[in-house]
């Protein structure tokens, strides 16, 4: 039975693109290196922070890559090169001989990434039926937070053993395995325009506007960049205690997977999304007020909460109303705007806790999300179809 339903073409290809996803969030395993990269070139905690900027820039730039390259080729071009790429990057950071150079190959990591997430997302979407869309991508979302969460545990325990080195070794076993699943999942090429111009999807309006800068949703997790510098410095955790502030931030999110895929499905999307980006905002004004790992940890797990809420509610609303021969670009345009954000936000939050101290950035960016969960729930369009 079991082999019989593995024939099963759309089966095969989910549980593919599953497995890709979940060892694409090993990337996090990057993620408690920050303190000891500081310490290693000897930088400042904000310097070294910016190895997620980079991360988050390469990010950028590889949504607009990807938009093209679905839109004219297909998925699976970027499903193999994506980890590929990944891995040839992280590898070369165990011979890097300064920190400019590991920010460099972050931002080749971060390109790669982006361009292998998107063209998860679009072969997702074309194996789900509609009715299913939310619960498929949140899932795959979930996937990756969990694969994200429990990766930083993982590379926090690599680096106090064997050295930061270590921790990017591990990810490129992590995408090298990857790589065969890409071949697996089925190669779904872009559908044709229609002839007609005025079909062309041009939504200019102020609703369609905000729904793609729907991307400050996503600010918040690179916030978290500053997590570790909070932790180490002032709280003085260890990089595995830090880690597993993570670990249990994705354990949370796994319960959260089957709930928000059906409350997306059955209910709305901006029931996942409005309270997805407010409940993060409460949470980062009491952030700088823990004084010890279980205060800390409690609020993770309360974040990761409001991460299982937000698993691909964005993704899922875009695709709800984007022609088939533009998702690529049009997908790539919301994942664009987020970049923009998720790199901006670890460069401010490393000068503010240079300036001030690591719990800064986090009262500083509290506002801005209330004000995005303020919009999704007054002027933000409901998607789900009735």
């Not at 969030?25 to 000897?42: D, H, N, R, S, Y």
């Amino acid at each position: 039975m079991f082999k019989h339903t593995f024939a099963n073409p759309t089966v095969r290809g989910l549980s593919a693109l599953y497995a890709g996803t979940f060892l694409s969030g090993a990337w996090a395993m990057i993620i408690p290196t920050i303190p000891v990269l500081a310490t290693q070139f000897g930088v400042s905690a904000g310097g070294a922070a910016q190895i997620v900027t980079a991360f988050a820039i390469g990010k950028f730039i590889g949504t607009v890559v990807a938009g093209v390259l679905l839109d004219r080729v297909g998925t699976r071009v970027a499903l193999v090169s994506g980890p590929l790429l990944a891995c040839a990057a992280a590898l070369s950071v165990l011979w890097a001989p300064s920190l400019s150079l590991i920010l460099l190959l972050a931002l080749l990591i971060g390109g790669a990434d982006s361009l292998w997430g998107t063209a998860r997302e679009v072969a997702g979407i074309d194996l789900a039926h509609r009715s299913q869309r939310g619960r498929v991508i949140s899932s795959l979302h979930g996937v990756y937070t969990i694969g994200a969460a429990f990766s930083p545990f993982i590379g926090g325990s690599l680096t106090d053993r064997f050295g930061f080195e270590a921790a990017f070794a591990g990810y490129a076993v992590a995408t090298a395995i990857a790589v065969p699943f890409g071949f697996i999942v089925p190669n779904f090429t872009v559908q044709r325009a229609p002839e007609k111009k005025s079909g062309a999807p041009r939504q200019w309006n102020p609703v369609a506007i905000l729904r793609r800068l729907r991307g400050v949703q996503d600010l918040y997790r690179e916030i978290q960049s500053m997590l570790p510098l909070y932790a180490v410095y002032y709280l003085q955790l260890t990089p595995t205690q830090v880690g597993m502030l993570f670990t249990i931030s994705g354990m949370i999110v796994f319960v959260m997977i089957i709930p928000a895929g059906f409350l997306m499905d059955r209910v709305g999307r901006k029931w996942c999304t409005v309270p997805s980006t407010g409940l993060p905002a409460l949470i980062f004004l009491l952030i700088p007020m823990t004084s010890n790992f279980i205060q800390l940890a409690i609020l993770v797990g309360v974040v990761g909460v409001a991460q299982g809420l937000s698993l691909g509610s964005l993704a899922t609303s875009t695709y709800d109303v984007v022609p088939a021969h533009a998702r690529g670009r049009l997908q790539a345009l919301r994942r664009t705007i987020a970049e923009m954000g998720s790199s901006v936000a670890p460069l401010i939050g490393g000068s503010l806790a240079n300036a001030f101290n690591p719990g800064v950035p986090f009262l500083v960016y509290a506002p801005l999300l209330l004000l995005s969960a303020t919009l999704l729930a007054i002027v933000g369009k409901e998607t789900l179809e009735r």
